[in-house]
Nanobody, 128 residues
Framework: QVQLVESGGGLVQPGGSLRLSCAAS????????IGWFRQAPGKEREPVSC????????FYADSVKGRFTGSRDNAKNTVYLQMNSLKPEDTAVYYC?????????????????????WGQGTLVTVSS
């Protein structure tokens, strides 16, 4: 069964950090581009970060640039999203997704129809 499973969400105070994990099963992430998206209550889903499968380049939304870092560990078949300096407006359900896509990370984040496999989401709440 092809699936992605996220973990690492939770409640954190403003200024704190969390690391989200996204583990793949049933397929190998090596040749897949990865996207992280989030959906806050009452809002549409938005891109957070995408990692290219071809050159490893990474796109970050302006709202998270400099605070969030995406990475991948192909040996563990897992991708990560390190989130630092968290703000209340980062509160959302975070999703990872994978695509057999060799284009740019920016294009993937803005054309999510390419994403084939989605995780179930993990809730991040930033509050004091």
């Amino acid at each position: 069964q092809v699936q992605l499973v996220e973990s690492g969400g939770g409640l954190v105070q403003p200024g704190g950090s969390l690391r989200l994990s996204c583990a793949a099963s049933g397929f190998t992430l090596d040749y897949y581009a990865i996207g992280w998206f989030r959906q806050a209550p009452g809002k549409e889903r938005e891109p957070v970060s995408c990692i290219s499968s071809s050159d490893g380049s990474t796109f970050y939304a302006d709202s998270v640039k400099g605070r969030f870092t995406g990475s991948r560990d192909n040996a563990k078949n897992t991708v990560y999203l390190q989130m630092n300096s968290l703000k209340p407006e980062d509160t959302a359900v975070y999703y990872c997704a994978a695509a057999r896509f060799t284009g740019s990370s920016w294009y993937l984040c803005h054309h999510d129809r390419w994403l084939e496999v989605w995780g179930q989401g993990t809730l991040v709440t930033v509050s004091s």
